[in-house]
């Protein structure tokens, strides 16, 4: 079971912006960094944000983090059909003697 | 270039063990800790813990204590998770990935995977 909650899907038409929200609480995200990882269909997950909003060498200037209080959130702009996967949000967790969790994924279709 | 690269799918039954292991190359292994991430068919996923590359301290998340084992053999930079007494309920694709700590964690690289699959 996940701490870190996302809508079970998301879509929007090639071109449209698409936002994911990931709603944690103080334990994780509020006191700590949100990743957003990417795992198209067949695939290993790839990171896509780090540190709340940076992006790693190739990703596209397209996709943004924010993070705010408990929560945070994932944007794609100009989306494309091959942004069509699943987005899962990821933080450090200070409860329980800490541990990492994942959001309960996102599904992204590209209508 | 960062590889992890992951041994291949595996066919158990109840009882048994497996063991998968994650050969890193293209930087130094000792540098970074390897975690191991959970993915059961059609769910997401599923953080297992994770081991000190530098002094092999492992680290397990609830649920995956006991049965569960992480080690390494830093000669050829290699990290294993062994997993016992497999369970239907253990049938999933198990990732290895790179941990940085650098103003939080993040995972960077991640193994491609290995299906396990638990059957009679």
């Known amino acids: 079971q996940s701490v870190l909650t996302q809508p079970p899907s998301a879509s929007g038409t090639p071109g449209q912006r698409v936002t994911i929200s990931c709603s944690g609480s103080?334990?994780?995200?509020?006191?700590?960094?949100v990743n957003w990882f990417q795992q198209l269909p067949g695939t290993a997950p790839k990171l896509l944000i780090y540190?709340?909003?940076q992006r790693p060498s190739g990703v596209p200037d397209r996709f943004s983090g924010s993070k705010s209080g408990t929560s945070a959130s994932l944007a794609i702009s100009g989306l494309q059909s091959e942004d069509e996967a699943d987005y899962y949000c990821?933080?450090?967790?200070?409860?329980?003697?800490?541990?990492?969790?994942f959001g309960t994924g996102t599904k992204v279709t590209v209508l | 270039q960062v590889q992890l690269v992951q041994s291949g799918s595996e066919l158990k039954k109840p009882g048994a063990s497996v063991k998968v292991s994650c050969k890193a190359s293209g930087y130094t292994f000792t540098n970074y800790a390897v975690t191991w991430v959970r993915q059961a068919p059609g769910q997401g996923l599923e953080w297992m813990g994770w081991?000190?590359?530098?002094?092999?301290?492992?680290t397990y998340a609830q649920g995956f204590t006991g049965r569960f084992v992480f080690s390494l053999d830093t000669s050829v930079s290699t990290a294993y998770l062994q997993i016992s007494s497999l369970k239907a309920e253990d049938t999933a694709v198990y990732y290895c990935?790179?941990?940085?700590?650098?103003?939080?964690?993040?995972?960077?690289?991640w193994g491609q995977g290995a299906l396990v699959t638990v059957s009679s």
């Open positions: 540190t709340n909003h």
């Open positions: 103080s334990s994780n995200i509020g006191s700590g960094t």
């Open positions: 990821a933080a450090w967790d200070d409860s329980l003697n800490g541990s990492f969790v």
């Open positions: 081991i000190n590359t530098n002094t092999g301290n492992p």
């Open positions: 990935t790179r941990a940085v700590d650098i103003e939080g964690y993040y995972f960077d690289y």
